[in-house]
């Protein structure tokens, strides 16, 4: 059963906080970080010192309200912004700018180069950013826009294409990169709810081919529960951890579980004691 751990760096339920030393190390280390950012009025801080770590195969998700800093963070995380405290790593090595072990896929559907065919999308970072061969660039991204099921749509353009089939090709794009860690910054927020979830299920089932790793944004409790197996809480403007759930994918819809969670979820989000529970 998930279960929920309110310290900045939550242990798993059942063992001592802290660090575990036979676990393997993180991926994605966060440490501590603050992220501020300037508007023509004033300094507006996104984040106050905001820690969690990141392990290979886990689908960790940043769940909260809407201005909490977790688009923020995720761009940070890219390499996009620096922090004003704190510390982000990835295999060790300090974040400083992006670099193709990171893709990142954005919510908009305006994010494919819209002169390339969807075939000729996928290739274009495997040939300017990995420097493979056409032949190798056309052989990895028919691999993988297989893998999204858009075989058919090989030679077709952007504007020809629906919004869910848009977030696909950019799915396969950031994946046959084969990046440390895919960001996802609520890829599916402006999908029909029928789309949506068919994209869930075809996000799911392509972890569960390849058991890639992904760090993804949402404001919706109820995606956060179907796509994550960790999920981080984070209290609204500035954002600060609030709590982490664990061992999220025991839940289920069939036995009534996963609507319990989400019912502590909000009830953790929305509290006005920060360590409050329903």
């Given at each position: 059963m998930a279960a929920v751990a309110t310290a900045t760096r939550p242990a798993v339920a059942g063992t001592p906080a802290g660090p575990n030393p036979t676990a393997e190390p993180a991926l994605l280390d966060v440490a501590g970080v603050t992220l501020r950012y300037k508007t023509a009025a004033v300094v507006v801080t996104a984040t106050e010192r905001v820690s969690f770590e990141v392990r290979r195969s886990d689908r960790f998700v940043l769940l909260g309200p809407s201005g909490c800093g977790k688009s923020t963070l995720l761009k940070a995380v890219g390499g996009y912004m620096k922090p004003s405290e704190g510390r982000i790593t990835i295999k060790g090595r300090t974040v400083t700018e992006p670099g193709p072990d990171r893709m990142m896929v954005f919510q908009e559907f305006d994010q494919l180069l819209p002169w390339k065919t969807v075939l000729g999308n996928v290739m274009f970072p495997l040939l300017d950013a990995r420097r493979l061969s056409r032949r190798e660039a056309e052989e990895k991204a028919r691999h993988y826009l297989e893998k999204v099921n858009l075989t058919r749509a090989l030679d077709a353009y952007p504007h020809t294409l629906s919004g869910g089939m848009k977030q696909r090709v950019a799915i396969a794009r950031g994946m046959a990169m084969e990046p440390d860690i895919l960001l996802m910054d609520e890829p599916f927020a402006a999908l029909d709810a029928l789309t949506r979830r068919t994209c869930q299920d075809e996000l799911l089932q392509l972890w569960d081919e390849t058991r890639f790793?992904?760090?993804?944004?949402?404001?919706?409790?109820?995606?956060?529960?179907?796509?994550?197996?960790?999920?981080?809480?984070l209290s609204p403007h500035p954002g600060r951890v609030r709590a982490e759930v664990v061992g999220v994918d025991q839940a289920s819809p069939t036995d009534g579980s996963a609507g319990r969670l989400e019912r502590e979820i909000h009830d953790l989000l929305f509290a006005e004691d920060r360590g409050g529970h329903a």
């Amino acid at each position: 059963m998930a279960a929920v751990a309110t310290a900045t760096r939550p242990a798993v339920a059942g063992t001592p906080a802290g660090p575990n030393p036979t676990a393997e190390p993180a991926l994605l280390d966060v440490a501590g970080v603050t992220l501020r950012y300037k508007t023509a009025a004033v300094v507006v801080t996104a984040t106050e010192r905001v820690s969690f770590e990141v392990r290979r195969s886990d689908r960790f998700v940043l769940l909260g309200p809407s201005g909490c800093g977790k688009s923020t963070l995720l761009k940070a995380v890219g390499g996009y912004m620096k922090p004003s405290e704190g510390r982000i790593t990835i295999k060790g090595r300090t974040v400083t700018e992006p670099g193709p072990d990171r893709m990142m896929v954005f919510q908009e559907f305006d994010q494919l180069l819209p002169w390339k065919t969807v075939l000729g999308n996928v290739m274009f970072p495997l040939l300017d950013a990995r420097r493979l061969s056409r032949r190798e660039a056309e052989e990895k991204a028919r691999h993988y826009l297989e893998k999204v099921n858009l075989t058919r749509a090989l030679d077709a353009y952007p504007h020809t294409l629906s919004g869910g089939m848009k977030q696909r090709v950019a799915i396969a794009r950031g994946m046959a990169m084969e990046p440390d860690i895919l960001l996802m910054d609520e890829p599916f927020a402006a999908l029909d709810a029928l789309t949506r979830r068919t994209c869930q299920d075809e996000l799911l089932q392509l972890w569960d081919e390849t058991r890639f790793t992904v760090l993804f944004v949402t404001h919706s409790i109820a995606e956060a529960i179907k796509i994550g197996n960790r999920i981080l809480l984070l209290s609204p403007h500035p954002g600060r951890v609030r709590a982490e759930v664990v061992g999220v994918d025991q839940a289920s819809p069939t036995d009534g579980s996963a609507g319990r969670l989400e019912r502590e979820i909000h009830d953790l989000l929305f509290a006005e004691d920060r360590g409050g529970h329903a």
